[in-house]
């Protein structure tokens, strides 16, 4: 198994432009989720998708889309790139099924800067 | 609102040594409680959870306990090796939540060979 993958691990965006974060799980989680981490701060969460079809709102989604097509992919998009934007992005996921223990398997990240 | 918090930002401690990391937790309806790992450049890794039916949990040379009185967890480290450095997060769940867990601002543990 691959675990949670992302791409790319590195991206410089101009303000206003747009793209795409991938991220991708093998191991047929349902739970995935989008986390933004800020210098001295702990992960705030974007957007999560219990399964496929279904997504929602965390603590910090504004500027920011997803979808899940698919149980192994949940891409998040910049809408318009903000300095604010300025992070470094996790996704991770998680087993829930059948399970008592809800740890999440988390990606290596992507470091964004916006200019 | 309520969040997870920690009581100190950064730990030294030397080799051999244990180490405690602490957690206060406000939401009494917080019933699952998790500890990750994060290394430089990495992202989290899970150490260990807890259920609020519980008072301690024992792993790999790692113990968690949980104070429900006082909403506090720590998780203690035994003989810390250099390999422990990292910033320790913990993370809470609340019960009909949304089974993605709140996470802590960090603790970065500094271990001095």
């Known amino acids: 198994n691959a675990g949670v993958t992302q791409t790319p691990k590195f991206q410089v965006l101009k303000t206003g432009q747009s793209m795409t974060l991938q991220c991708a799980q093998d191991?047929?989680?349902?739970?995935m989720s989008w986390y933004r981490q800020d210098p001295g701060m702990g992960l705030r969460l974007i957007h999560y998708?219990?399964?496929?079809?279904?997504?929602d709102q965390g603590e910090v989604p504004n500027g920011y889309n997803v979808s899940r097509s698919t149980t192994e992919d949940f891409p998040l998009r910049l809408l318009s790139a903000a300095p604010s934007q300025t992070s470094v992005y996790f996704c991770?996921?998680?087993?829930?099924?059948?399970?008592?223990?809800?740890?999440?398997?988390f990606g290596p990240g992507t470091r964004l800067t916006v200019t | 609102g309520e969040s997870v918090g920690l009581h100190l930002p950064t730990l030294s401690v030397q080799e051999g040594d244990n180490s405690i990391i602490n957690c206060a937790y406000s939401?009494?309806?917080?019933?699952?409680f998790i500890w990750y790992k994060q290394e430089s450049g990495k992202g989290p890794q899970f150490i260990i959870d807890?259920?609020?039916?519980?008072d301690k949990r024992q792993g790999q040379r790692v113990t968690v306990l949980l104070n429900k009185t006082v909403k506090h967890l720590s998780l203690q480290i035994a003989a810390t090796q250099p390999g422990d450095s990292a910033v320790y997060f913990c993370a809470e769940n609340i019960s009909g939540g949304s089974y993605i867990p709140t996470f802590g601002r960090g603790t970065s543990l500094i271990v001095h060979p």
């Open positions: 991770a996921s998680s087993l829930i099924s059948g399970k008592s223990s809800y740890e999440q398997y």
């Open positions: 998708s219990v399964g496929a079809g279904i997504t």
């Open positions: 191991m047929n989680h349902e739970y």
């Open positions: 939401n009494s309806a917080s019933d699952y």
């Open positions: 807890i259920r609020s039916n519980m």
